[in-house]
């Protein structure tokens, strides 16, 4: 729902991916935010906790005016513990989807995409997270998307992230979720009084 009746907003959404950026700004254009891709590797620090490593990114993005928007996210496979998680991006690097398939056979194939999207505005710093959980499909299929979109089948869907089109995923994706959060939580920020040292 576009909200023509409040005034504009806009973010500088870093990260390397311009996936990530391209569906956050489905969700957030819809309700009347502007996207700024910022296209930079943010360094991250080893951690356990997805929020930590978008403290870390937006921390490390600090020289930019404005809304700041940045993002970690993973997969967190039940039947592994959790793996690979916080470590998603090495275990796509190194196993990738067809290792993974090979780790889950003859295990449950329940999981859930999660993301933490840390915010800075107007003095404020904040996390929040969004999740999808979902099944791990029995082979790849479709080619949109990016990472583990092939094998990943949303709660509720028979096609995989792969198999939607950018607005459906952009939709209804744990990174729709964690968007939908930021969204509020800019308006909020904007209904408040702003102190003048907390302007930029
Ligand atoms: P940043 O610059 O924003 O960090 P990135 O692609 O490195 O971009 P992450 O560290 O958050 O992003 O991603 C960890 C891994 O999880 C990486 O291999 C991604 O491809 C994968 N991933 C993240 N979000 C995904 C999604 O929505 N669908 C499929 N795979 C995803």
Redesign the pocket.
């Known amino acids: 729902m576009v909200r023509r009746d409040s005034p504009r907003l806009s973010l500088s959404f870093v ?3 311009a996936a ?1 950026a391209a569906e956050a700004a489905v969700f957030l254009e819809a309700e009347g935010i502007e996207v700024h891709p910022v296209v930079r ?2 360094p ?1 620090p080893q951690s356990e906790r997805l929020e930590e490593v978008a403290s870390a990114k937006l921390e490390a993005a600090s020289d930019l005016p404005g809304a700041v928007l ?6 967190f496979v039940d039947a592994l513990g959790g793996f690979p998680g916080v470590y ?2 090495y275990a ?1 690097r190194t196993l990738g989807v067809a290792g993974l398939l090979r780790l889950l056979d003859g295990y449950p194939r329940g999981a859930e ?1 999660r993301t933490a999207a840390a915010l800075r505005w107007r003095g404020v710093k904040e996390v929040m997270l969004g999740a999808v959980h979902g099944q791990i499909a029995r082979e790849a299929r479709g080619t949109n ?5 092939p094998v ?1 089948v949303p709660e509720g869907e028979r096609r995989t ?1 792969a198999e939607m089109s950018l607005t459906e995923k952009g939709s209804l ?3 729709a979720r964690a968007m939908m959060a930021v969204s509020s939580r800019l308006r909020e920020l904007l209904a408040r009084p702003v102190s003048e040292s907390s302007k930029k």
Request: glycine share 12%; net charge negative.
């Open positions: 990260t390397s991916n990530k590797r943010l991250e940045v993002e970690d996210s993973g997969l998603s991006a796509f995409f998307g990016f990472g583990y979109d990943f992230f994706s744990h990174r």
